[in-house]
């Protein structure tokens, strides 16, 4: 079974920036898509980005485009999320996720398309 644990959360001021990491233990994460996703208390878990497993596909919602970058690393057994530009309403907390995909160039948006979850990261932006 995958274990993802995420590294890189933190306090931050509004308008810094913070770059959080997923790794997988154990293996690579060749042929996963991977997602973040966030959960501020009292609300559901949102989709924040997701990136294909060759990396050439990437996708954000709109409270995010432009600010926030997913991206493969080169040991292909991490994803990076590099958040700048912070809002106190990007607090939450942060959460990575994986699943197989059927070929390079799909990735996924929904909480339920993932398998795998890590246990998450705290983000807080203070104003």
């Known amino acids: 079974q995958e274990q993802l644990v995420e590294s890189g959360g933190g306090l931050v001021q509004a308008g810094g920036s913070l770059r959080l990491s997923c790794a997988a233990s154990g293996r690579t994460l060749n042929n996963y898509a991977m997602g973040w996703f966030r959960q501020a208390p009292g609300k559901e878990r949102e989709f924040v980005a997701a990136?294909?497993?060759?990396?050439?596909?990437?996708y954000y919602p709109d409270s995010v485009k432009g600010r926030f970058t997913i991206s493969r690393g080169n040991a292909k057994n991490t994803v990076n999320l590099q958040m700048n530009s912070l809002k106190p309403e990007d607090t939450a907390v942060y959460y990575c996720?994986?699943?197989?995909?059927?070929?390079?160039?799909?990735?996924?948006?929904?909480?339920?398309?993932?398998?795998?979850w890590g246990q998450g990261t705290q983000v807080t932006v203070s104003s």
């Open positions: 990136i294909s497993w060759s990396g050439g596909n990437t």
């Open positions: 996720a994986a699943r197989r995909a059927l070929n390079g160039i799909l990735l996924y948006t929904d909480v339920g398309d993932y398998v795998y």
